[in-house]
């Protein structure tokens, strides 16, 4: 093994070393996957029972708009 080498593979080893012993960013890391662990349940819920309510609701209320329409048209009145 040459001098450069080993200065190389020294410093990956600290590098290593620092980066495994710092716990900086860990308690943020903690906080998001507890968020993401408390959030995916519940938009999955919503997205299976809510979305055909909201769907539903959607399309009664463009047929509600379409037909008020068609009736101002129909009846001569811009």
């Known amino acids: 093994m040459t001098e450069e080498n080993r200065k190389k593979e020294g410093s990956l080893w600290g590098l290593m070393k620092k980066i495994h012993s710092d716990e900086e960013g860990a308690v943020s890391l903690e906080t998001i996957l507890i968020i993401a662990a408390v959030a995916i349940p519940i938009l ?3 997205i299976k029972f809510g979305w055909p309510r909201v769907r539903d609701y959607f399309d009664t209320q463009m047929d509600n708009l379409e037909t008020s329409t068609d009736d ?7």
């Open 44 to 46: 999955i819920f919503i």
């Open 72 to 78: 101002s048209i129909n009846s001569g009145g811009y």
